[in-house]
């Protein structure tokens, strides 16, 4: 009788143990990749991208990026001078080509492409790929309830070694993020929003409009805005690099 009594007790306790089991971090984070073109099947958009150090402005760039689940390749279409520069990403590796370079140029997704922006910040668009995610807790940001998760960087081809992220529990979108150095020290912070929409499995959902990064010890920033976004087939080809040379 009392074997039968415990194993009754256990299994209530396992029933309550999944019925309030906390969020997965990882799904959290891979669903809000998608708002930033992370895990789709095929998706196009422009970024207008203008920078500041102080009081200097740098001249502005837009950029064309095309995007499929860990692949993407971004164009620069503007200032005329770098027309024709490409950024590959395939999974974990990145390169650089421009016309009139022999060959393409195995670069970092950490080195800066302009301002504030590193080239991940450009081409990368799946943190679930790269970083491992823990649920730290939530916390209000401007009114809106947030998850926050600790990411930490799976290798050393992502773009930071350390984020921490809020992302929105209603909306499940990335709103704010925090970037450290592999010492812990804070490097830059970013903040997003989501004034367009896609369509993604019969459903409409948010898509990345803005991105304004800021450095952590000095008055600079990049500020990145996302537009004519469209979902659409992307040929392979266009992430060959092959096709590069």
């Known amino acids: 009788m009392n074997k039968?009594?415990?194993?009754?007790?256990?299994?209530?306790?396992?029933?309550?143990?999944?019925?309030?089991?906390?969020?997965?971090?990882?799904?959290?984070?891979?669903?809000?990749?998608?708002?930033?073109?992370?895990?789709?099947?095929?998706i196009v958009w422009e970024i207008r991208l203008a920078s500041r150090d102080g009081g200097r402005v740098d001249e502005p760039q837009r950029i064309?990026?095309?995007?499929?689940?860990?692949?993407?390749?971004?164009?620069?279409?503007?200032?005329?001078?770098?027309?024709?520069?490409?950024?590959?990403?395939?999974?974990?590796?990145?390169?650089?080509?421009?016309?009139?370079?022999?060959?393409?140029?195995?670069?970092?997704?950490?080195?800066?492409?302009?301002?504030?922006?590193?080239?991940?910040?450009?081409?990368?668009?799946?943190?679930?790929?790269?970083?491992?995610?823990?649920?730290?807790?939530?916390?209000?940001?401007?009114?809106e309830a947030c998850y926050v998760l600790d990411l930490a960087a799976k290798h050393k081809r992502t773009t930071y070694d350390r984020i921490r992220y809020w992302i929105s529990v209603k909306r499940v979108v990335g709103l704010k993020a925090e970037f450290y150095s592999v010492s812990g020290k804070l490097?830059?912070?970013a903040r997003f929003e989501y004034a367009n929409t896609i369509e993604h499995d019969g459903k409409r959902i948010p898509f990345i409009s803005k991105m304004v990064i800021r450095d952590a010890l000095v008055d600079a920033e990049t500020t990145m805005e996302f537009g004519t976004v469209k979902v659409k087939k992307i040929a392979a080809s266009e992430f060959d690099l092959g096709q590069m040379q």
């Not at 080195?111 to 649920?135: E, F, H, K, P, V």
Request: proline content about 5%; some cysteine.
């Open 4 to 42: 039968i009594f415990c194993v009754l007790i256990l299994g209530l306790l396992g029933l309550g143990n999944s019925a309030f089991a906390a969020p997965d971090a990882h799904s959290i984070l891979k669903d809000s990749d998608q708002a930033r073109g992370g895990g789709l099947a095929g």
């Open 64 to 143: 064309l990026v095309k995007a499929v689940d860990d692949s993407s390749v971004a164009e620069t279409l503007e200032p005329a001078r770098f027309k024709g520069s490409k950024l590959l990403q395939v999974e974990r590796n990145m390169w650089l080509t421009r016309p009139g370079l022999s060959k393409p140029i195995p670069i970092s997704p950490r080195q800066r492409m302009s301002g504030q922006a590193s080239n991940g910040d450009i081409a990368a668009t799946n943190y679930a790929g790269d970083y491992d995610a823990q649920l730290k807790g939530t916390e209000t940001l401007d009114g």
């Open 187 to 189: 490097l830059k912070t």
